[in-house]
């Protein structure tokens, strides 16, 4: 009897090493063959991996660095979750076949802003034929100079942190998303298959519509108000020149939004909420009613804060064709004075000899942004302007500079 416990236990100890061995190793080639595949992209980095007999594997001070973004993305623990060793097992030694039921989940992620998040080369070149962007918020004096990682950080958020979740069962697909200070995303999906084949086609998960819920948490209010400052404007109007872009972006694709859809984007451009809609992956519109004249009844499922919002579509329309800009006229030298200062006219390409100068840009749209001439770079330059007594530099794209003047004694050069 002792020689039979003692066997059993010595047993159970050699397939506790080696079941544990086994996922480590095998988890090793996995995240492997994973780097190999992302190079292209970036660099995967997996930390340190451990197991349970539960049918579980983590991974420790994981990160994921992209090669277009500044900043990595950290992840403090990622964990897959099969439910049972067998299980663990099998979908390690062949991805292809994950089991009716697995969870993925990720705490503690996290990825530090910086003012400029995209490297150079990424905004180096861009597609000057793209139609226009669909949803456009300007927090600056130029409307064309999109929210970006800068403005939330002059709005106290420093990064962005949360955690992550990736849930198969036999009857649904769900992904949750949930950060501290930006909000939540929630997407449930019946019927939805998650493999390694249709990674690259969603819409071949599931045939069925799916929802989505997005939750603020406070966020628009925030950014609305903040932009509001920054551009000097009321936050009404702020909330219609975002309303006005996204017309404009439906026009140009041969679409007209419905005033109520108009209704809800203004609402959630100010004072945010919850939003639960029903889409489509596999429609262009992403299931969003695309109406005629001889259909007008098609309406989004879409609720607001829990209450249903009707009249939710869009509707076919001649499609406009963007207006070539007018060429910029060459600025008039205005007589020189050498005994007062006064704004005299300048090139772009010299600018960074005035750097800590009084500075004044006119924009292709006509807008003129005066202040100190901080820092001067490939694609744009930093003017500071004085707010609340302190100074916030904005960053202006030299190519929608059409006129450049320094305010200064003497004659131009």
Known sequence: MKRLLSFLVITGIVAFAGFKAGVWWLTDQRLAEARTALSEYGVLERGSI????????????????????????????????????????????S??????????????????????????????????????????????????????????MRMGIPDIRGDMLLEQTPDALRFELNTRETGSLE???????????????????????????????????????????????????????????????LQARGLEASPQLLALYRQWLTEGGEVTMMLAPGSETFGLPVRTDSENSA?????????????????????????????????????????????????????NIWLGRRVRVTLSNENQVEGRLVSVGERDMEIARTVAGGEVAYPILIRAITQFEVWRRGRPE
């Open 50 to 93: 451990s197991s349970s007999v539960d049918g579980r594997v983590i991974l420790r001070q994981a990160h994921w660095e992209d090669f277009r973004l500044t900043q990595p993305l950290q992840m403090g623990l990622m964990e897959l979750e099969t439910g049972s060793p067998i299980a663990l097992l099998t979908t390690l030694m």
């Open 95 to 152: 991805p292809d076949s994950l089991p009716a039921s697995w969870r993925l989940s990720v705490e503690r992620a996290s990825i530090t802003l910086e003012p400029t998040m995209f490297r150079n080369w990424v905004t180096a070149a861009p597609d000057e034929t793209a139609q226009a962007p669909l949803a456009n918020l300007s927090c600056a004096p130029d409307p064309r100079q999109q929210l970006g990682s800068g403005d939330l």
């Open 187 to 249: 997407l449930v999906w019946p019927d939805a298959r998650l493999t390694l084949g249709n990674l690259a086609d969603p819409a071949s998960m599931g045939a069925g519509p799916l929802q989505l819920t997005v939750r603020d948490a406070g966020l628009m209010r925030r950014l609305s108000a903040y932009c509001a400052r920054e551009t000097g404007l009321e936050v009404s109007d702020w909330a219609g020149r975002g309303v006005a872009a996204l017309e404009k972006g």
């Open 299 to 351: 309406s989004l499922r879409v609720s607001y804060n829990g209450a249903t919002v009707p009249d939710v579509y869009l509707t076919e329309m001649q499609r406009v064709e963007p207006a070539l800009p007018a060429q910029a006229m060459e600025p008039v030298v205005p007589p020189e004075d050498p005994d007062s200062e006064q704004w005299y006219p300048d090139s772009v390409e010299s600018a």
